[in-house]
């Protein structure tokens, strides 16, 4: 059986300097933003050469509470694509803000920034991407796109650690980068976590407060804060498995390139772009008959995942919310499949993969 992810393998690596940081952490007697957590702060801060990081309690709190540390006003609209998870949507939401979406390309299951525009009025404050699968959007566009409109932006990279547009990393060109941890990330947890990066001190500021009850001082509270702080084991878990996250981006796109050079065309592959550095967090193929694909695939004993089987404007609970027609999102959740590709899986895995799909 070729598992889609077996995070046993995946972590197997990291088993012996996890346990000596567990039981260091252990020995501490400080579990709640204590050294680890400074620690890693400073470090994920160093790999993406920004100044600041607060870690956070999972991806959708990082989403969160940088729209709330970013002084736009309630009611403003926010710029998001049609396709994303539903916890981009969802921060916006939480933050009492309207989202709203923008088809993606159909090429790179990006938001596509020549649609942007169209939906921007006077209303619009800031533009949410999110670098979907692990491939960064199209920042120049979206970049003089921000400009033109003095538009706040941030960076949804939970798929993306170490991504690169242009030889930047995702996460530094906005005003926020979020991350989650969540396990199956390339850069996993063993649980749920997250982060947010920024060069600015005084989101920094704001951040720190908010994942701490809107406490600078304890038992002083300055905002109506949130209990969103990254777990100090967490923290020294994920200190340890940073130090081989570009191992692991690696392995995972030479994975990728078995797939790239060997499938049949009739499977729809991810687009290759010499400007793009993508780290395949999620190595998707499209095809018409993708759910006869994933069963034939089990049956071959290959389990496959799908990323997203609904799209968020036909999720029950944004039902009066999210109103409107976006068919290209419908297209890529009706035909979308992810392919095993982790960092626990083999080159031998891949092949015997791509031999069974070639049948299909």
């Not at 960092?343 to 791509?354: A, M, P, Q, R």
Request: glycine share 6%.
């Amino acid at each position: 059986m070729i598992y889609y992810e077996n995070l046993f393998h995946s972590n197997s690596k990291f088993l012996k300097e996890y346990e000596q940081k567990f039981n260091q952490v252990l020995n501490s007697g400080w579990f709640i933003l204590g050294n680890e957590v400074s620690n890693f702060e400073n470090q994920f801060a160093g790999y993406h050469n920004v100044r600041f990081c607060v870690g956070v309690a999972s991806g959708l709190d990082a989403l969160t509470l940088s729209l709330l540390s970013s002084g736009i006003e309630t009611k403003s609209e926010v710029i998001v694509p049609s396709n994303t998870y539903i916890a981009t949507i969802l921060s916006i939401l939480h933050s009492n803000m309207i989202p709203v979406l923008v088809e993606p390309d159909i090429k790179t299951y990006n938001i596509d920034p020549d649609r942007i525009e169209e939906k921007i009025t006077s209303r619009t404050k800031a533009i949410m991407i999110v670098h979907l699968y692990g491939k960064s959007c199209d920042m120049d566009k979206i970049l003089r796109i921000c400009r033109k409109y003095n538009l706040i932006l941030i960076e949804d990279c939970a798929q993306s650690h170490g991504a690169k547009y242009k030889n930047q990393l995702t996460g530094t060109f906005g005003e926020f980068g979020a991350f989650s941890f969540y396990p199956t990330k390339n850069l996993g947890a063993l649980g749920d976590a997250g982060a947010v990066i920024t060069n600015n001190e005084q989101y920094n500021e704001r951040l720190k407060m908010l994942r701490n009850y809107g406490s600078h001082k304890k038992y002083h509270n300055e905002l109506v804060g949130f209990n969103s702080r990254l777990d100090e084991i967490q923290a020294a878990l994920l200190s340890v498995k940073l130090k081989f996250l570009d191992e692991i981006n690696n392995h995972k796109r030479k994975l990728a390139g078995i797939y790239l050079d060997n499938l049949k065309d009739e499977f729809v592959k991810p687009v290759f772009d010499e400007n793009y550095f993508d780290v395949y967090h999620i190595f998707n193929i499209r095809h018409p008959k993708r759910d006869q694909l994933k069963e034939y695939l089990l049956k071959n004993e290959i389990l496959t995942e799908i990323h997203y089987p609904v799209p968020p404007h036909k999720q029950k609970a944004m039902q009066g919310i999210i109103n409107g027609d976006f068919p290209i999102a419908e297209e890529i959740h009706n035909t979308t499949l992810s392919l095993p590709c982790s960092f626990g899986h083999t080159e031998d895995d891949i092949y015997k993969v791509v031999e069974v799909m070639n049948k299909f």
